[in-house]
């Protein structure tokens, strides 16, 4: 028999403030999330803004997400990007191969249309540089036509171009990904670390405002070790990228972010070396610029990856944003790859868009998981609500083998929590994933020892019977349902759900 899981949550023991910026997004020149996504000019139903080609709908669904940063222009796109490509008059704009998903780019849609298009978010611009087939001479001049308020030549073609004030784009990325044999301009770590050493330190000379982020791997590989051992002093910020993938397998789907939890562990450490290491004291942390359930071969990248989302992968989205407030203190930006049809919650077409199960869970942790993230432990006395298949990210099913500490990675009954002030007071908020397909629990949930709750709460519930169970334009079979509830001391948790309870504390 299967002991009930008991969740226990202290309001005191606060990690850290839960950063907004974990709740940001990310568009690339891949498919169709510029063009036909965020871009649609002449929209023949009227769902482009006439003077700007940006789609209303998508603007409308996105803001609902309340995303505070937007990463472009890629991803792999960028490492062959020139960007002096896309800007000024569209009638002179060249059209290029595109390398990297092995398609054509028009630059119709650039940075001045990019800058624009985050204002009309209400979200800070992120731009990636290019150090594939990129110059520092590039780079430079791309931070000089954005942010410069001098008398010289990128800053003067920006007010050309109809741009008076500079852009004060804040965020910029060393490069993508340069890690990978997919990259255009692949390097070994040693001399991709001394590379951006030097662009770092120029970029700093032209701006020394700015906020510049490593391009990291995964976290936990030697590639992070060497970059962070000689960048530390240079960045903000260091970052990770990780997909996770199904396999045609529920399990695989949800407990796939164990690899992302261990990761940001393994980082921390890591980062605590390089400063160490560098005598330094400031602070350093983790944008998590690329994440997001994808299986390539369910939706190729060269084919536009237009993943169509099911319950289980909702569910595997709310197990990656559980981690990201466990792991509050180290994780600072993360970014949902991507925003629009690549990937993505939202999907659209010449009629109209839908919301995938994903942008649920997504919409619930943006809207309602801010605050102080707040420590959880989750008891499990029985074998079998921890999870130490095959099927787990290969690492971490090796660590469990030999260390039990990594099972605490992988609970069906997941969960994150914070305290949140409201203008009625102290709200606290708990994120649970049950992540099995077929258990059910009465789940004890002990808070305290000094905090009280209201009896009634607020439940926000995502779930259907079928985990197959997908949306689309005719109809959301996945969404939210919200409810009240009186408690008791437990909750029900069903089978394969995701759900955030939303408790009053009192006095």
Not at 33 to 50: H, M, R, S
Not at 91 to 101: G, I, K, M
Not at 263 to 277: F, M, P
Request: charged share 20%; aromatic share 10%.
């Amino acid at each position: 028999m299967v002991t009930s899981p008991t969740i226990r949550i202290d309001p005191a023991r606060i990690i850290d403030e839960v950063d907004p910026r974990i709740y940001s997004g990310f568009t690339e020149h891949m498919g169709r999330c510029i063009y036909g996504g965020i871009y649609d000019p002449g929209n023949e139903n009227g769902l482009a803004d006439e003077k700007t080609g940006f789609r209303k709908d998508v603007l409308d669904a996105l803001k609902a997400l309340k995303i505070p940063i937007v990463r472009y222009p890629g991803g792999n796109f960028v490492s062959t990007y020139r960007w002096q490509d896309g800007i000024g008059p569209r009638d002179l704009r060249p059209r290029r191969p595109e390398l990297a998903w092995l398609t054509e780019e028009s630059n119709q849609f650039g940075t001045d249309e990019f800058i624009q298009w985050c204002r009309e978010l209400g979200a800070e611009p992120f731009i990636c540089l290019n150090m594939g087939t990129g110059t520092m001479e590039d780079a430079l001049a791309w931070v000089e036509y954005c942010n410069s308020s001098s008398n010289t030549f990128y800053a003067n073609l920006r007010r050309k171009n109809g741009h008076a004030e500079p852009y004060g784009v804040k965020y910029w990325a060393l490069g993508n990904e340069v890690y990978g044999p997919w990259q255009v301009g692949q390097m070994e770590a040693q001399d991709y670390a001394k590379k951006a050493y030097q662009w770092a330190k120029a970029l700093r000379l032209l701006d020394p405002s700015i906020k510049l982020i490593s391009c990291g791997e995964s976290g936990f590989t030697d590639w992070d070790r060497v970059t962070l051992q000689k960048l530390a002093p240079m960045v903000d910020y260091h970052s990770i990228h990780l997909y996770t993938l199904s396999q045609g397998k529920h399990i695989v789907n949800v407990m796939g972010p164990a690899a992302a939890e261990k990761g940001l562990e393994i980082t921390r450490s890591l980062i605590d070396l390089a400063k160490i290491e560098s005598g330094l004291s400031k602070d350093l942390t983790v944008c998590f610029d690329e994440w997001n359930v994808w299986d390539p071969v369910r939706a190729p990248g060269e084919k536009g990856a237009e993943e169509h989302y099911d319950l289980s992968d909702a569910l595997a989205v709310a197990s990656w944003l559980n981690v990201f407030i466990r792991k509050a203190d180290i994780v600072k930006i993360a970014c949902i790859a991507q925003s629009i049809n690549v990937i993505s919650p939202i999907i659209t077409s010449p009629f109209g868009l839908f919301r995938q199960t994903t942008y649920f869970p997504l919409y619930l942790f943006s809207n309602l998981m801010r605050g102080s993230s707040l420590s959880v432990y989750v008891d499990t006395p029985s074998p079998g609500l921890t999870y130490t298949g095959p099927n787990v990210p290969k690492f971490i099913h090796d660590l469990s083998v030999h260390t039990p500490d990594s099972a605490k990675l992988t609970k069906f009954v997941d969960v994150s929590a914070v305290l949140a002030s409201t203008g009625q007071g102290n709200e606290l908020r708990i994120a649970i994933v049950n992540r099995s397909e077929e258990l059910e629990f009465d789940v004890p949930i002990i808070i305290g020892p000094q905090a009280n709750v209201n009896h009634e709460f607020t439940v926000h519930e995502v779930w259907h019977e079928d985990l197959k169970a997908s949306n689309g334009f005719e109809e959301e079979q996945v969404k939210v349902v919200v409810k009240k509830e009186q408690f008791s001391g437990t909750y029900h948790l069903k089978k394969h759900s995701f759900q955030i309870l939303v408790f009053q504390l009192t006095e």
